[in-house]
Each structure stands twice: as structure tokens, then as C-alpha cells.
């Protein structure tokens, strides 16, 4: 008699990694937090290997250096002894992020497009047949379809193949979009003894690497504010600190709206990350600033600016990470004028809510 036979279940002990691969997950937070700063990580991961045991007699922190050289994870200057991050490091940081932010993503085959329900001239076919009419592309014609219909119609004996025959499969669109994402540098975002910088950059960093992976016809323009506004690059990501500056919110929607009327994507959308209100403009060469309350110079400056993108219909997604009633009215005043959206998130919720708008949150002008 065949069967099943039932054990006591024991788990196996360990994950099964080297010590490399250990000790290389907890270095790559570290790298992250400490703003690429490769000595003071190894410090940092020094200091945790004490309290922790994270090596033993057979493989020290020493040896993890030597690999992380020999595997290209860091150089070392050889005029300072100054050690640095890769390029190899700032990618692996980045594909890190992504796992862990939106490690329920799995990759597909189709890269680089979101779906729309508008049928027409696209890249993706469908299991939708038409007939055949002027001005249609002949790759869209189903030749084992048309056959079919051809046979149907004229019979077997002397193949003709006309116009009637023809039947077309219908194709999808693939929208592209552009999106801009703007990170709160403000001291506020490292004040009260929590670390706000450090959950933004990873979702900075997640989003990237899921746009240049899985989306690869989107654009993504990442955008840091503070007292002014300024791009950054991919590459400076992992490096990224807050600075002893104001909100100047208007400064970095000014600028996102400037990146957005350059791209060619019909759909364009902004994420915006903060965790305070606006208490900064500039006027002029000088800084207009006011950090108790909302002001009302500001704030109507910034109230104009988010007309503007609904008027050029570009949404703006607020992430905001903070959970002051007031901060909290300010962002549903300045969405409400948008007519975009806002989510009041935790820091531990903030990559999942990013990820799902994002999926969700298109514009569809084909």
C-alpha cells in the first residue's frame, strides 16, 4: 500500500550564505545609513561584530575587507589609504533596496511598459482579430487566420488570397511615463533622534532600479530640496545627507515641472517625499523663511504651483512622514488643489505604498 510517511520536522541551522555573504548584508545597510562612507561602515560593522559574534576564528573583519577589494565591492586610494565605493557597490546597494522594498515584485517578461486598455498601433498583441482595413500595418496581419478565411471563402482548389481575407490582430498600447521624485533634505528629516533620510533614499534607490529593470522605456528624474533644489544622479544615491536647510518646496516642484516639460511622455506624474511643511521660498537673491506655522506667503506660493501642475495635468503623490494634525491639513489643501493624492505613511510602510502607486497610478493620454 502506497502512502505518505509523516516525520518530526527539524529546521536546518543557518541560511545557508558564506560568511562573505553574511556579513555583506549587514555592510550594505551600513554603507546606506552612513552615506557611503565606507571606513565609518566598517567601523560601525567592527563595533557589531563584538556584540554580536558575527565572525569567528576562520574568517575575520580583515578577510571581508581583502574580499571586498578582491571583488571589486571597494578600491583603496594609494596616495590616502582612502577607502571608496564602486560602481559594482552602488549597484548592489540599489538591488538590495529593491528585494527589500519591493521584494513581492517578480520579474516578467515584458520590460518596460504598463498596460492601458486603448487598442490600436502598440507593441503587445492581443487575442482580438478585425478585418482587415486601409492604412493598417502588414505586421498586424494574422497570416494563419487570413489563410483560414481565404480557404473558407474560395475554396481549395485554386488558392486566392483578397482583401476580405485579411484579418488583423489588434495590438496594445504600452504607456511611458515620467516621473520625478523629490526627497526632503531638511534638517527636519534627521530631527527627534530618527532617521528619515535613510528609509527615503532607499526607496529612492528601489524605485530606480525597478524603472531601469522592469520599465525601461520609463524615465525617473530624482530630485533632493531643501533651501534650493537640485538634481542628483543615480550614481550619488547611497552618498545622500541631510543638510542644515529649510523646505523649499516651491523650489523643487519648480524644478520637477522644468524636468517634465522636456520629457516627451505623454504621461508624467511627481512622488514627492517629505515629513514637514514648506518654510522656504526665495525671492530673489535672497531666502524668505519662516519655520513656525504655516505661512501664508508660502503656502500660497506652493498652493499656485500645484494648480499649475494640474493645469499641465501632472499629479503630485505625497509621501508624507509625519503625523502632526496641522503638517497633515497642509497636504490635504495642497492635493486637493492638485487633484492628486497623499498617503500619511510610516517609515516602515513608505516603499510598498511607492510601489503600489506607482503601478497604479497612470495617466493614460495614447
Not at 552612513?34 to 563595533?47: C, I, K, N, P
Not at 498652493?303 to 503623490?317: D, E, G, M, V, Y
Request: proline share 3%; glycine share 8%; net charge neutral.
Amino acid at each position: 500500500m502506497k502512502g505518505y510517511r509523516f516525520e518530526k520536522y527539524i529546521p536546518k541551522t543557518g541560511n545557508g550564505n558564506s560568511p562573505f555573504e553574511n556579513l555583506m548584508d549587514v555592510f550594505k545597510q551600513l554603507l546606506t545609513i552612513t552615506a557611503g562612507d565606507v571606513a565609518e561602515a566598517l567601523q560601525w560593522l567592527t563595533e557589531l561584530d563584538k556584540q554580536y559574534n558575527l565572525t569567528n576564528g576562520d574568517y575575520g573583519i580583515g578577510d571581508f575587507i581583502e574580499d571586498l577589494k578582491n571583488k571589486g565591492y571597494i578600491k583603496e586610494n594609494p596616495q590616502t589609504g582612502e577607502l571608496n565605493m564602486t560602481a559594482k557597490s552602488e549597484q548592489t546597494i540599489r538591488k538590495s533596496a529593491l528585494e527589500e522594498i519591493f521584494g513581492k515584485l517578480r520579474k516578467s517578461r515584458n520590460k518596460g511598459n504598463h498596460k492601458t486598455p486603448h487598442i490600436g498601433q502598440g507593441d503587445e498583441f492581443t487575442s482580438e482579430l478585425r478585418d482587415f482595413q486601409f492604412g493598417d500595418s502588414l505586421d498586424q496581419i494574422s497570416m494563419t487566420e487570413s489563410i483560414k478565411n481565404a480557404q473558407v471563402n474560395h475554396g481549395l482548389g485554386d488558392f486566392t488570397l483578397t482583401e476580405g481575407d485579411l484579418q488583423i490582430r489588434e495590438q496594445e498600447f504600452k504607456a511611458q511615463t515620467s516621473t520625478v521624485l523629490m526627497i526632503d533634505i531638511s534638517h527636519s528629516m534627521i530631527l527627534y533622534g530618527e532617521d528619515r533620510i535613510t528609509p527615503a533614499k532607499k526607496v529612492a534607490m528601489a524605485l530606480a532600479e525597478l524603472i531601469t529593470t522592469k520599465y525601461k522605456k520609463d524615465t525617473l528624474d530624482i530630485i533632493v530640496f531643501g533651501n534650493d533644489a537640485w538634481q542628483i544622479e543615480l550614481k550619488d544615491l547611497p552618498y545622500l545627507q541631510v543638510g542644515p536647510y529649510h523646505t523649499n518646496t516651491v523650489a523643487g516642484v519648480e524644478l520637477a515641472m522644468d524636468i517634465l516639460r522636456r520629457r516627451k511622455n505623454p504621461n508624467k506624474q511627481i512622488f514627492m517625499i517629505t515629513d514637514g511643511k514648506p518654510t522656504c521660498i526665495k525671492e530673489g537673491l535672497h531666502y524668505y523663511k519662516n519655520s513656525f506655522g504655516i505661512d501664508q506667503k508660502i503656502l500660497n506660493k506652493t498652493l499656485t504651483l500645484a494648480a499649475q501642475c494640474r493645469k499641465l495635468k501632472i499629479p503630485i503623490t505625497t509621501f508624507m512622514i509625519a503625523t502632526d494634525p496641522y503638517l497633515q491639513q497642509f497636504v490635504r489643501e495642497f492635493t486637493e488643489v492638485n487633484q492628486g493624492k497623499a498617503y500619511f505613511s510610516s517609515l516602515r510602510g513608505l516603499g510598498d505604498l511607492i510601489f503600489e502607486d506607482y503601478q497604479r497610478n497612470r495617466r493614460k493620454k495614447i
